[in-house]
Protein backbone atom coordinates (compact mmCIF):
# COMPACT_ATOMS: atom_id res chain seq x y z
CA UNK A 1 0.00 0.00 0.00
CA UNK A 2 1.28 3.53 -1.04
CA UNK A 3 2.07 5.85 2.05
CA UNK A 4 0.36 8.95 2.07
CA UNK A 5 1.82 11.74 0.70
CA UNK A 6 2.54 14.59 3.75
CA UNK A 7 0.98 17.38 1.59
CA UNK A 8 -2.20 15.78 1.68
CA UNK A 9 -2.73 16.76 5.14
CA UNK A 10 -2.45 20.30 3.84
CA UNK A 11 -4.26 20.41 0.29
CA UNK A 12 -6.21 17.17 -0.07
CA UNK A 13 -8.64 17.91 2.87
CA UNK A 14 -11.74 18.51 1.46
CA UNK A 15 -12.88 21.24 4.25
CA UNK A 16 -12.35 24.82 5.65
CA UNK A 17 -8.78 24.57 5.95
CA UNK A 18 -8.08 22.42 2.80
CA UNK A 19 -10.15 25.09 1.09
CA UNK A 20 -7.69 28.00 2.80
CA UNK A 21 -4.67 26.32 1.40
CA UNK A 22 -5.49 25.46 -2.36
CA UNK A 23 -7.59 28.73 -2.47
CA UNK A 24 -4.74 31.17 -1.56
CA UNK A 25 -2.45 29.23 -3.12
CA UNK A 26 -4.59 29.57 -6.61
CA UNK A 27 -4.06 33.43 -6.55
CA UNK A 28 -0.87 32.87 -7.62
CA UNK A 29 -2.25 30.99 -10.87
CA UNK A 30 -2.09 27.27 -9.88
CA UNK A 31 -5.02 24.95 -11.65
CA UNK A 32 -6.42 22.67 -9.78
CA UNK A 33 -4.59 19.71 -10.64
CA UNK A 34 -1.55 21.09 -8.79
CA UNK A 35 -3.35 19.86 -6.14
CA UNK A 36 -4.37 16.56 -7.78
CA UNK A 37 -2.31 14.55 -5.22
CA UNK A 38 1.53 14.66 -6.99
CA UNK A 39 4.03 14.88 -4.70
CA UNK A 40 4.92 18.83 -3.38
CA UNK A 41 8.33 19.72 -3.82
CA UNK A 42 9.66 22.29 -1.90
CA UNK A 43 12.76 24.21 -3.35
CA UNK A 44 14.48 25.93 -0.17
CA UNK A 45 16.44 28.98 -1.96
CA UNK A 46 19.27 31.15 -0.12
CA UNK A 47 19.38 33.36 -3.16
CA UNK A 48 20.53 37.09 -2.06
CA UNK A 49 22.43 40.08 -3.36
CA UNK A 50 23.56 40.33 -0.05
CA UNK A 51 25.74 36.63 -0.76
CA UNK A 52 27.31 36.87 -3.88
CA UNK A 53 28.43 33.56 -3.85
CA UNK A 54 24.56 32.68 -4.27
CA UNK A 55 23.31 35.03 -6.97
CA UNK A 56 23.38 32.74 -9.26
CA UNK A 57 20.75 30.90 -7.61
CA UNK A 58 17.40 32.78 -8.95
CA UNK A 59 18.08 30.89 -12.45
CA UNK A 60 18.87 27.31 -10.92
CA UNK A 61 15.45 27.44 -9.26
CA UNK A 62 13.71 27.75 -12.73
CA UNK A 63 15.73 24.62 -13.26
CA UNK A 64 14.69 22.76 -10.69
CA UNK A 65 11.25 23.73 -10.96
CA UNK A 66 11.28 22.37 -15.08
CA UNK A 67 12.90 18.72 -13.60
CA UNK A 68 10.32 18.70 -10.88
CA UNK A 69 7.18 19.19 -13.59
CA UNK A 70 8.29 16.88 -15.84
CA UNK A 71 8.48 14.64 -13.50
CA UNK A 72 5.15 15.07 -12.30
CA UNK A 73 5.55 16.82 -9.27
CA UNK A 74 4.67 20.74 -7.75
CA UNK A 75 7.57 22.91 -7.24
CA UNK A 76 7.06 25.86 -4.94
CA UNK A 77 9.87 28.14 -3.89
CA UNK A 78 10.64 29.60 -0.66
CA UNK A 79 13.26 32.05 0.74
CA UNK A 80 15.04 31.10 3.86
CA UNK A 81 17.93 33.16 5.85
CA UNK A 82 20.71 33.90 3.07
CA UNK A 83 24.56 33.97 5.23
CA UNK A 84 26.89 36.16 2.90
CA UNK A 85 30.01 35.00 3.55
CA UNK A 86 32.34 38.09 2.92
CA UNK A 87 29.50 40.05 4.06
CA UNK A 88 28.54 39.81 7.63
CA UNK A 89 29.78 41.00 10.80
CA UNK A 90 30.97 39.48 13.31
CA UNK A 91 31.01 36.35 11.44
CA UNK A 92 28.18 34.20 9.06
CA UNK A 93 29.44 31.34 11.59
CA UNK A 94 27.48 32.88 14.12
CA UNK A 95 24.22 32.64 12.13
CA UNK A 96 24.43 29.00 10.38
CA UNK A 97 22.47 27.38 13.17
CA UNK A 98 20.13 30.01 12.99
CA UNK A 99 20.16 29.01 9.25
CA UNK A 100 19.08 25.28 10.19
CA UNK A 101 16.53 26.69 12.35
CA UNK A 102 14.91 28.74 9.58
CA UNK A 103 15.31 25.90 7.57
CA UNK A 104 14.18 23.02 9.33
CA UNK A 105 11.33 24.95 10.59
CA UNK A 106 10.14 25.93 7.48
CA UNK A 107 9.95 22.18 5.92
CA UNK A 108 8.16 21.60 8.97
CA UNK A 109 5.21 23.85 8.67
CA UNK A 110 4.68 23.72 5.06
CA UNK A 111 2.82 21.15 2.91
CA UNK A 112 5.52 19.52 1.02
CA UNK A 113 6.89 15.95 0.80
CA UNK A 114 10.60 16.79 -0.65
CA UNK A 115 13.16 19.49 -0.56
CA UNK A 116 15.44 21.01 -3.05
CA UNK A 117 18.45 22.64 -1.24
CA UNK A 118 20.26 25.82 -3.10
CA UNK A 119 22.79 26.88 -2.06
CA UNK A 120 26.19 27.09 -1.95
CA UNK A 121 28.19 30.03 0.39
CA UNK A 122 30.22 28.66 2.91
CA UNK A 123 27.52 28.50 5.83
CA UNK A 124 24.71 27.83 3.55
CA UNK A 125 25.43 23.70 2.73
CA UNK A 126 25.74 22.78 6.17
CA UNK A 127 23.05 25.05 7.55
CA UNK A 128 20.75 24.21 5.29
CA UNK A 129 21.59 20.21 5.31
CA UNK A 130 21.25 20.13 9.40
CA UNK A 131 18.10 21.88 9.06
CA UNK A 132 16.55 19.16 6.18
CA UNK A 133 18.23 16.37 8.03
CA UNK A 134 16.64 17.27 11.39
CA UNK A 135 13.19 16.79 9.42
CA UNK A 136 13.94 14.13 7.73
CA UNK A 137 11.84 14.34 4.51
CA UNK A 138 13.36 13.04 0.43
CA UNK A 139 16.10 16.12 0.23
CA UNK A 140 18.80 16.79 -2.21
CA UNK A 141 21.22 19.81 -2.76
CA UNK A 142 21.85 21.89 -6.11
CA UNK A 143 25.23 24.14 -5.06
CA UNK A 144 25.58 27.26 -6.77
CA UNK A 145 28.95 26.12 -8.44
CA UNK A 146 32.48 28.19 -8.50
CA UNK A 147 32.99 31.41 -10.24
CA UNK A 148 35.08 31.18 -13.51
CA UNK A 149 38.74 31.83 -12.27
CA UNK A 150 40.10 35.15 -11.52
CA UNK A 151 42.29 36.80 -14.01
CA UNK A 152 45.05 39.56 -13.49
CA UNK A 153 48.00 40.45 -16.36
CA UNK A 154 47.78 37.10 -17.99
CA UNK A 155 47.46 35.27 -14.46
CA UNK A 156 44.94 33.24 -12.75
CA UNK A 157 43.91 34.55 -9.92
CA UNK A 158 42.17 32.14 -6.80
CA UNK A 159 39.81 34.27 -4.36
CA UNK A 160 40.91 34.28 -0.88
CA UNK A 161 44.24 32.81 -1.04
CA UNK A 162 45.34 35.78 -3.59
CA UNK A 163 44.13 38.43 -2.02
CA UNK A 164 46.36 36.95 1.48
CA UNK A 165 49.62 36.87 -0.61
CA UNK A 166 48.68 39.52 -2.14
CA UNK A 167 48.37 41.65 1.14
CA UNK A 168 51.61 40.34 2.67
CA UNK A 169 53.21 41.12 -0.58
CA UNK A 170 51.89 45.32 -0.31
CA UNK A 171 53.14 45.06 3.31
CA UNK A 172 56.41 43.48 2.69
CA UNK A 173 56.86 46.29 -0.31
CA UNK A 174 56.91 43.61 -3.18
CA UNK A 175 53.73 45.05 -4.84
CA UNK A 176 52.25 48.52 -5.14
CA UNK A 177 48.89 49.46 -3.65
CA UNK A 178 47.87 50.60 -7.24
CA UNK A 179 48.54 47.38 -8.29
CA UNK A 180 47.06 45.88 -5.16
CA UNK A 181 43.23 47.60 -6.05
CA UNK A 182 43.75 46.63 -9.53
CA UNK A 183 43.36 43.21 -9.16
CA UNK A 184 40.16 43.73 -7.10
CA UNK A 185 37.76 43.96 -10.31
CA UNK A 186 39.61 40.64 -11.98
CA UNK A 187 38.97 38.57 -9.10
CA UNK A 188 35.71 37.86 -9.50
CA UNK A 189 34.49 37.70 -12.43
CA UNK A 190 31.12 35.88 -12.20
CA UNK A 191 28.47 34.17 -10.37
CA UNK A 192 29.05 32.00 -7.63
CA UNK A 193 31.10 30.69 -4.87
CA UNK A 194 34.89 31.31 -4.77
CA UNK A 195 36.71 29.05 -7.26
CA UNK A 196 39.72 28.13 -5.26
CA UNK A 197 39.61 25.21 -2.79
CA UNK A 198 37.76 27.09 -0.16
CA UNK A 199 35.14 26.11 2.58
CA UNK A 200 31.93 26.69 -0.26
CA UNK A 201 33.66 24.30 -2.62
CA UNK A 202 34.96 21.33 -0.39
CA UNK A 203 31.24 21.51 1.02
CA UNK A 204 30.17 21.07 -2.53
CA UNK A 205 32.39 18.42 -3.24
CA UNK A 206 31.40 16.34 0.54
CA UNK A 207 27.70 16.68 -0.16
CA UNK A 208 28.63 15.09 -3.45
CA UNK A 209 31.11 12.20 -1.87
CA UNK A 210 28.34 11.54 0.49
CA UNK A 211 25.37 10.78 -2.18
CA UNK A 212 23.67 14.23 -1.32
CA UNK A 213 23.81 15.61 -4.19
CA UNK A 214 23.70 14.27 -8.22
CA UNK A 215 27.31 13.33 -9.40
CA UNK A 216 29.64 16.80 -11.20
CA UNK A 217 27.63 19.14 -8.82
CA UNK A 218 30.58 20.40 -6.75
CA UNK A 219 33.08 21.58 -9.64
CA UNK A 220 30.84 22.58 -12.59
CA UNK A 221 31.17 26.39 -12.57
CA UNK A 222 28.32 28.83 -11.85
CA UNK A 223 27.62 30.07 -15.12
CA UNK A 224 28.07 26.59 -17.20
CA UNK A 225 25.23 25.76 -18.99
CA UNK A 226 25.81 21.78 -17.01
CA UNK A 227 24.74 23.06 -14.12
CA UNK A 228 21.15 24.24 -15.11
CA UNK A 229 21.05 21.20 -16.76
CA UNK A 230 22.08 19.50 -13.46
CA UNK A 231 19.46 21.64 -11.35
CA UNK A 232 16.87 20.25 -14.07
CA UNK A 233 17.83 16.32 -13.54
CA UNK A 234 17.80 17.05 -9.74
CA UNK A 235 14.20 18.79 -9.72
CA UNK A 236 13.45 15.27 -11.89
CA UNK A 237 15.05 12.97 -9.31
CA UNK A 238 13.61 14.62 -5.91
CA UNK A 239 10.10 13.53 -7.47
CA UNK A 240 11.33 10.14 -7.27
CA UNK A 241 12.81 10.06 -4.22
CA UNK A 242 9.80 11.22 -2.77
CA UNK A 243 8.13 8.00 -4.15
CA UNK A 244 11.25 5.50 -3.03
CA UNK A 245 10.33 7.51 0.68
CA UNK A 246 14.28 7.72 -0.03
CA UNK A 247 15.72 10.34 3.02
CA UNK A 248 18.60 11.80 4.90
CA UNK A 249 18.58 9.03 7.22
CA UNK A 250 18.99 6.50 5.02
CA UNK A 251 22.09 8.23 2.84
CA UNK A 252 23.87 10.27 5.66
CA UNK A 253 25.39 6.88 7.59
CA UNK A 254 28.79 6.66 9.09
CA UNK A 255 29.92 5.40 5.93
CA UNK A 256 29.02 8.28 4.02
CA UNK A 257 30.49 10.62 6.52
CA UNK A 258 33.92 8.52 6.52
CA UNK A 259 33.93 9.01 2.61
CA UNK A 260 33.70 12.61 3.22
CA UNK A 261 36.07 12.68 5.40
CA UNK A 262 38.38 10.65 2.97
CA UNK A 263 37.53 12.93 -0.17
CA UNK A 264 38.20 16.20 2.28
CA UNK A 265 41.83 14.56 2.48
CA UNK A 266 42.24 14.13 -1.25
CA UNK A 267 40.87 17.54 -2.59
CA UNK A 268 43.05 19.03 0.10
CA UNK A 269 39.51 20.25 1.60
CA UNK A 270 39.04 23.02 4.41
CA UNK A 271 39.63 22.71 8.02
CA UNK A 272 35.68 24.20 8.69
CA UNK A 273 34.35 20.68 7.46
CA UNK A 274 35.45 19.01 10.62
CA UNK A 275 33.21 21.64 12.50
CA UNK A 276 30.28 20.95 9.48
CA UNK A 277 30.40 17.15 9.38
CA UNK A 278 30.37 17.06 13.45
CA UNK A 279 27.61 19.42 13.07
CA UNK A 280 25.30 17.31 10.88
CA UNK A 281 26.55 14.09 12.13
CA UNK A 282 24.48 15.54 15.15
CA UNK A 283 21.44 16.15 13.67
CA UNK A 284 21.05 12.67 11.74
CA UNK A 285 21.97 10.69 15.01
CA UNK A 286 25.75 9.33 13.49
CA UNK A 287 28.63 8.61 16.67
CA UNK A 288 30.91 11.14 14.75
CA UNK A 289 34.26 12.33 17.01
CA UNK A 290 37.69 14.36 16.29
CA UNK A 291 38.97 10.33 16.35
CA UNK A 292 36.78 9.82 13.05
CA UNK A 293 38.39 12.74 11.48
CA UNK A 294 41.88 11.11 11.90
CA UNK A 295 40.73 8.22 9.25
CA UNK A 296 41.56 10.68 6.85
CA UNK A 297 45.15 11.44 8.23
CA UNK A 298 47.03 9.24 6.06
CA UNK A 299 45.01 10.48 2.39
CA UNK A 300 47.40 11.73 0.13
CA UNK A 301 46.72 15.19 -1.52
CA UNK A 302 45.61 14.47 -5.13
CA UNK A 303 44.15 17.68 -5.98
CA UNK A 304 46.47 20.37 -7.38
CA UNK A 305 44.14 23.25 -6.24
CA UNK A 306 44.99 26.64 -4.15
CA UNK A 307 45.26 27.14 -1.17
CA UNK A 308 47.17 23.62 -1.53
CA UNK A 309 48.34 23.67 -4.72
CA UNK A 310 48.30 26.23 -7.80
CA UNK A 311 45.04 25.23 -9.76
CA UNK A 312 41.59 26.65 -9.17
CA UNK A 313 37.94 24.86 -9.72
CA UNK A 314 36.94 25.97 -12.95
CA UNK A 315 40.42 23.60 -13.86
CA UNK A 316 39.30 20.65 -11.14
CA UNK A 317 36.17 20.37 -13.35
CA UNK A 318 37.79 20.25 -16.77
CA UNK A 319 40.09 17.87 -15.21
CA UNK A 320 37.52 15.36 -13.85
CA UNK A 321 35.99 16.44 -10.85
CA UNK A 322 35.25 14.61 -7.74
CA UNK A 323 33.96 11.42 -9.82
CA UNK A 324 37.69 11.15 -10.71
CA UNK A 325 38.74 11.96 -7.41
CA UNK A 326 36.41 9.34 -6.21
CA UNK A 327 37.69 6.66 -8.52
CA UNK A 328 41.35 7.13 -7.52
CA UNK A 329 40.05 6.65 -3.71
CA UNK A 330 37.66 3.89 -5.11
CA UNK A 331 39.47 0.99 -2.95
CA UNK A 332 39.31 3.40 0.12
CA UNK A 333 35.57 4.44 0.16
CA UNK A 334 32.92 2.37 2.15
CA UNK A 335 29.71 0.88 0.50
CA UNK A 336 27.01 4.00 0.91
CA UNK A 337 23.53 4.74 -0.15
CA UNK A 338 23.37 7.92 -1.98
CA UNK A 339 20.40 10.31 -3.64
CA UNK A 340 20.34 7.74 -7.17
CA UNK A 341 19.23 5.33 -4.50
CA UNK A 342 22.46 2.80 -5.22
CA UNK A 343 25.98 2.89 -4.17
CA UNK A 344 28.52 5.22 -4.24
CA UNK A 345 30.13 3.89 -6.87
CA UNK A 346 28.08 4.88 -9.20
CA UNK A 347 29.36 8.37 -8.69
CA UNK A 348 32.58 7.10 -10.22
CA UNK A 349 32.55 4.15 -12.18
CA UNK A 350 34.15 4.85 -15.70
CA UNK A 351 35.12 8.28 -14.71
CA UNK A 352 38.51 9.91 -15.79
CA UNK A 353 41.02 12.63 -15.57
CA UNK A 354 41.85 14.47 -18.07
CA UNK A 355 44.70 16.58 -16.62
CA UNK A 356 47.15 14.48 -14.30
CA UNK A 357 48.79 18.17 -13.36
CA UNK A 358 45.58 18.34 -11.46
CA UNK A 359 44.34 15.39 -9.89
CA UNK A 360 46.99 12.89 -9.58
CA UNK A 361 46.76 9.26 -9.25
CA UNK A 362 46.74 7.73 -5.63
CA UNK A 363 50.43 6.25 -5.90
CA UNK A 364 51.88 9.81 -7.38
CA UNK A 365 50.22 12.43 -5.41
CA UNK A 366 51.22 15.72 -4.73
CA UNK A 367 51.86 15.19 -0.80
CA UNK A 368 51.25 12.25 0.92
CA UNK A 369 49.70 11.42 4.40
CA UNK A 370 48.18 14.99 3.60
CA UNK A 371 45.10 14.70 5.26
CA UNK A 372 43.48 16.80 8.27
CA UNK A 373 45.30 16.53 12.06
CA UNK A 374 43.90 16.33 15.38
CA UNK A 375 46.38 17.63 18.06
CA UNK A 376 45.80 17.17 21.65
CA UNK A 377 47.28 17.57 25.00
CA UNK A 378 47.41 20.34 27.85
CA UNK A 379 46.36 23.28 25.98
CA UNK A 380 43.63 21.42 23.73
CA UNK A 381 42.48 18.78 26.37
CA UNK A 382 39.50 18.34 23.38
CA UNK A 383 41.54 18.50 20.47
CA UNK A 384 42.49 21.01 17.84
CA UNK A 385 42.90 21.18 14.18
CA UNK A 386 45.49 21.61 11.62
CA UNK A 387 45.90 21.39 7.87
CA UNK A 388 49.21 19.83 6.65
CA UNK A 389 48.53 20.30 2.93
CA UNK A 390 48.25 23.89 3.30
CA UNK A 391 51.24 24.32 6.26
CA UNK A 392 54.75 24.54 6.10
CA UNK A 393 56.54 21.55 6.31
CA UNK A 394 59.47 22.42 8.94
CA UNK A 395 56.84 24.17 11.48
CA UNK A 396 54.50 21.43 11.33
CA UNK A 397 57.31 20.12 14.25
CA UNK A 398 57.72 23.11 16.47
CA UNK A 399 58.74 24.24 20.05
CA UNK A 400 58.83 27.97 20.49
CA UNK A 401 57.37 31.10 22.50
CA UNK A 402 54.29 32.31 22.62
CA UNK A 403 53.09 35.78 22.03
CA UNK A 404 49.38 36.19 22.87
CA UNK A 405 47.14 38.78 21.79
CA UNK A 406 44.14 38.05 24.15
CA UNK A 407 41.63 39.94 21.68
CA UNK A 408 41.20 40.44 17.97
CA UNK A 409 41.40 44.39 18.62
CA UNK A 410 44.87 43.72 20.38
CA UNK A 411 45.90 41.97 17.35
CA UNK A 412 44.69 44.25 15.28
CA UNK A 413 46.31 47.19 17.00
CA UNK A 414 49.74 45.48 17.48
CA UNK A 415 50.64 43.12 14.82
CA UNK A 416 52.22 45.50 12.76
CA UNK A 417 54.21 47.36 15.39
CA UNK A 418 57.81 47.82 14.60
CA UNK A 419 59.23 46.56 17.83
CA UNK A 420 57.19 43.73 18.35
CA UNK A 421 58.85 41.42 20.34
CA UNK A 422 58.65 37.97 17.79
CA UNK A 423 61.18 36.39 16.21
CA UNK A 424 61.03 33.39 13.52
CA UNK A 425 60.48 30.89 16.71
CA UNK A 426 57.33 32.38 18.08
CA UNK A 427 54.47 31.31 18.44
CA UNK A 428 51.11 33.24 17.81
CA UNK A 429 48.21 33.11 20.37
CA UNK A 430 44.86 34.30 19.80
CA UNK A 431 42.37 34.18 22.71
CA UNK A 432 38.62 35.02 22.43
CA UNK A 433 37.59 33.73 18.64
CA UNK A 434 35.66 30.64 19.69
CA UNK A 435 32.08 29.74 19.37
CA UNK A 436 31.02 31.42 22.89
CA UNK A 437 34.27 33.93 22.61
CA UNK A 438 33.62 36.41 19.83
CA UNK A 439 30.97 34.66 19.65
CA UNK A 440 30.37 32.39 16.25
CA UNK A 441 33.79 31.33 15.74
CA UNK A 442 35.51 33.90 12.73
CA UNK A 443 37.64 33.18 9.97
CA UNK A 444 40.67 34.96 11.45
CA UNK A 445 42.96 32.19 13.05
CA UNK A 446 45.22 32.59 10.17
CA UNK A 447 46.86 35.26 11.83
CA UNK A 448 48.99 38.23 9.52
CA UNK A 449 52.52 37.88 10.03
CA UNK A 450 54.06 40.58 12.15
CA UNK A 451 54.61 43.49 9.21
CA UNK A 452 58.91 43.08 11.51
CA UNK A 453 59.11 39.27 10.31
CA UNK A 454 57.53 40.10 7.15
CA UNK A 455 60.65 42.71 6.25
CA UNK A 456 62.68 39.83 7.07
CA UNK A 457 61.40 37.89 4.21
CA UNK A 458 58.98 35.55 6.56
CA UNK A 459 55.59 34.46 4.91
CA UNK A 460 55.15 31.30 7.75
CA UNK A 461 54.93 30.92 11.38
CA UNK A 462 53.06 28.68 13.78
CA UNK A 463 49.37 29.80 14.90
CA UNK A 464 47.23 29.07 17.65
CA UNK A 465 43.55 30.01 18.47
CA UNK A 466 40.00 28.71 19.23
CA UNK A 467 38.92 30.21 16.24
CA UNK A 468 38.59 28.84 12.39
CA UNK A 469 40.62 30.15 9.29
CA UNK A 470 38.71 30.54 5.70
CA UNK A 471 39.55 27.26 3.09
CA UNK A 472 41.05 29.53 1.06
CA UNK A 473 43.77 30.63 3.46
CA UNK A 474 46.77 28.68 4.09
CA UNK A 475 49.58 28.64 6.73
CA UNK A 476 50.57 26.66 9.97
CA UNK A 477 47.80 27.19 11.76
CA UNK A 478 46.60 25.36 14.69
CA UNK A 479 42.40 25.61 14.80
CA UNK A 480 39.66 24.94 16.72
CA UNK A 481 41.24 24.63 20.13
CA UNK A 482 39.04 23.07 22.96
CA UNK A 483 37.78 24.09 25.00
CA UNK A 484 38.03 27.60 23.93
CA UNK A 485 38.88 30.86 26.31
CA UNK A 486 35.57 32.25 27.04
CA UNK A 487 34.94 28.54 28.25
CA UNK A 488 37.41 28.59 30.50
CA UNK A 489 39.68 26.51 28.50
CA UNK A 490 43.68 25.95 28.79
CA UNK A 491 43.93 28.93 25.72
CA UNK A 492 43.13 31.34 28.43
CA UNK A 493 45.93 30.51 30.99
CA UNK A 494 49.08 31.26 28.09
CA UNK A 495 51.00 34.21 28.71
CA UNK A 496 53.70 35.66 26.37
CA UNK A 497 57.48 33.60 26.65
CA UNK A 498 55.43 30.43 27.67
CA UNK A 499 57.07 27.35 25.98
CA UNK A 500 54.82 25.48 22.88
CA UNK A 501 55.64 22.27 21.43
CA UNK A 502 53.79 21.27 18.54
CA UNK A 503 53.66 17.93 16.77
CA UNK A 504 51.80 17.09 13.90
CA UNK A 505 52.98 14.13 13.57
CA UNK A 506 52.34 12.50 17.15
CA UNK A 507 49.24 14.55 17.54
CA UNK A 508 50.81 16.80 20.19
CA UNK A 509 49.44 20.43 21.00
CA UNK A 510 51.18 20.83 24.54
CA UNK A 511 52.18 24.03 27.00
CA UNK A 512 55.13 23.18 28.48
CA UNK A 513 54.15 25.03 32.10
CA UNK A 514 53.93 23.35 35.31
CA UNK A 515 50.56 22.08 36.52
CA UNK A 516 50.79 24.55 39.81
CA UNK A 517 51.47 27.69 37.96
CA UNK A 518 48.66 26.70 35.62
CA UNK A 519 46.63 26.32 39.05
CA UNK A 520 47.41 29.74 40.08
CA UNK A 521 46.54 31.09 36.20
CA UNK A 522 43.32 28.79 36.80
CA UNK A 523 42.55 30.59 40.25
CA UNK A 524 42.72 34.43 39.24
CA UNK A 525 40.96 34.08 35.73
CA UNK A 526 37.72 35.27 35.30
CA UNK A 527 35.64 35.11 32.12
CA UNK A 528 35.79 38.37 29.76
CA UNK A 529 32.43 39.89 29.53
CA UNK A 530 29.54 38.79 27.04
CA UNK A 531 29.59 40.79 24.03
CA UNK A 532 25.96 40.38 23.29
CA UNK A 533 23.20 40.15 26.09
CA UNK A 534 19.80 40.04 23.63
CA UNK A 535 18.41 38.45 20.74
CA UNK A 536 19.69 35.58 18.80
CA UNK A 537 23.14 36.01 19.87
CA UNK A 538 22.87 35.93 23.93
CA UNK A 539 20.90 32.60 22.27
CA UNK A 540 23.86 31.42 20.39
CA UNK A 541 26.35 32.04 23.46
CA UNK A 542 24.22 30.29 25.89
CA UNK A 543 23.43 27.24 24.66
CA UNK A 544 26.34 26.49 21.52
CA UNK A 545 28.74 23.78 21.96
CA UNK A 546 31.98 23.67 21.65
CA UNK A 547 34.39 23.11 18.09
CA UNK A 548 34.74 19.62 19.13
CA UNK A 549 31.07 18.52 19.14
CA UNK A 550 30.55 21.45 15.83
CA UNK A 551 29.44 24.38 17.81
CA UNK A 552 25.91 23.44 16.89
CA UNK A 553 22.87 24.52 19.67
CA UNK A 554 22.66 21.95 21.97
CA UNK A 555 19.13 21.85 21.97
CA UNK A 556 19.47 21.55 18.47
CA UNK A 557 21.29 18.15 18.49
CA UNK A 558 19.05 15.55 17.35
CA UNK A 559 15.56 15.50 14.64
CA UNK A 560 11.83 15.96 15.12
CA UNK A 561 10.25 13.72 12.18
CA UNK A 562 7.09 13.92 14.29
CA UNK A 563 3.58 15.25 12.08
CA UNK A 564 2.79 18.27 12.66
CA UNK A 565 -1.10 17.81 13.69
CA UNK A 566 -2.24 21.17 14.98
CA UNK A 567 -4.61 23.10 12.39
CA UNK A 568 -3.71 27.19 12.20
CA UNK A 569 -7.35 28.23 12.07
Request: overall charge negative.
Amino acid sequence: MKKPRRSSNWYGMMDKDGFIRRSWMKNQGFPDQAFDGRPIIGICNTWSELTPCNSGLRDLAEGVKRGVWEAGGFPVEFPVMSLGETQMKPTAMLFRNLLAMDVEESIRAYGIDGVVLLGGCDKTTPGQLMGAASVDLPSIVVSSGPMLNGKWKGRDLGSGTDVRKFATAVKAGEMTLQDFMATESGMSRSKGVCMTMGTASTMASLVEAMGMALPTNAALPAVDARRMALAHMTGKRIVEMVEEDLKPSDILTKEAFENAILTNAAVGGSTNAVVHLLALAGRVGVDLSLKDIEIGGEIPLLVNCMPSGKYLMEDFCYAGGVPAVLNELKDKLRPAKTVLGGDISAYHDGAEVYNRDVIRPIDDPIKPAAGLRVLRGNLAPNGAIVKPSAASDHLLEHTGPAYVFETIEDLKANIDRPDLPVTKDSILVLKGCGPKGYPGMPEVGDMPIPAVLVKQGMRDMVRVSDARMSGTAFGTVILHVAPEANAGGPLALVQTGDIIRVSASTGVLELQVDEAELEKRRAAWTPPEPHYTRGYAKLYVDTVLQADKGADLDFLVGKDTRPVTRESH
